[in-house]
């Protein structure tokens, strides 16, 4: 199951989340040496997620962190946190397509997150490589939980800047969503953007042709692009050139109204064509 990290109050070792442990998965959060793993610390190996403490470094699923890996934050009592806390407790409630903290850990050289652990769930990245697309149906089930979860983060102010298959999980079984890993996240903000965190596929043209990107054009881009991959299998764009272009191709036959969204949600850059979260979801 892939990982996250998230928020809340300050915690002495030892004490346990307010939920039961089979409600809960360990989050991992902070640089780590081979010695300092999870495993070695005789901690649940199941799901831990280690940030290194370097700029643009590469995670396992191919996200760019933020520089440093972790960004402290100041709470009231003095507390210093990595922004990923924070940036949960923000979003923490009033969603149910978030992954909730339930607690959290301080280390001497990281923090240990226990969040949630959905029922049966796995990334939707699994999915897609066992049945290659999703059906029509079930990619505008799945897409409208991710619409209702970005719409949320973006009321709270907070800006995820990393939505992918592999931080959605999926029931199979009931088709609920969570979106998960606010690691790449960041406090939502009206001037642009002149640093890059997320994934390289997913990056937005005006990125790559200025070196700015304003958050929400960027959300809806990142939008189009995970529609793209569920009901194609692959990812739209495979170089910076492809990206600018924004030329969509279709390998099977979809529905009339899908490749109008698709293509608007996945192209112009500078949000001259693009609809707003508000609009996105409304057809179909």
Request: aromatic share 10%.
């Amino acid at each position: 199951m892939a990982g996250g990290a998230g928020v809340g109050s300050v915690c002495q070792p030892g004490h346990g989340g307010p939920g039961g442990a089979r409600d809960q998965w360990w989050g991992w959060a902070g640089g780590t040496s081979q010695a300092g793993s999870p495993s070695s610390r005789g901690l649940p190996t199941g799901g831990y997620w280690a940030i290194p403490g370097r700029e643009g470094a590469a995670q396992p699923q191919g996200s760019i962190r933020p520089a440093g890996g972790i960004v402290s934050s100041s709470q009231p009592d003095g507390t210093h946190v990595p922004l990923e806390i924070v940036l949960m407790k923000k979003v923490g409630s009033g969603c149910h397509y978030i992954i909730q903290l339930l607690d959290w850990f301080e280390l001497p050289d990281s923090f240990l997150l226990v969040m949630e652990r959905p029922e049966a769930s796995r990334d939707l990245r699994h999915l897609l490589l066992e049945q290659e697309v999703l059906s029509e149906e079930m990619a505008r089930w799945l897409f409208r939980q991710v619409l209702e979860a970005v719409r949320h983060c973006t009321a709270c102010g907070v800006l995820h800047r990393d939505i992918k298959p592999q931080n959605l999980l999926v029931n199979p079984e009931s088709g609920d969503l969570k979106l998960i890993d606010f690691g790449c996240g960041t406090f939502l903000q009206e001037r642009p953007y002149t640093r890059f965190a997320g994934t390289r596929a997913y990056r937005p043209p005006e990125w790559i042709a200025h070196r700015y990107y304003h958050g929400h054009s960027a959300t809806i881009w990142s939008l189009g692009v995970l529609l793209y991959v569920m009901v194609c299998g692959s990812i739209p764009f495979w170089s910076d050139h492809d990206i600018v272009s924004g030329q969509l191709f279709f390998g099977h036959q979809v529905s009339p109204g899908w490749y109008p969204a698709s293509r608007r949600q996945a192209l112009a850059g500078d949000g001259s064509v693009q609809p707003s979260l508000a609009q996105c979801g409304t057809r179909g």
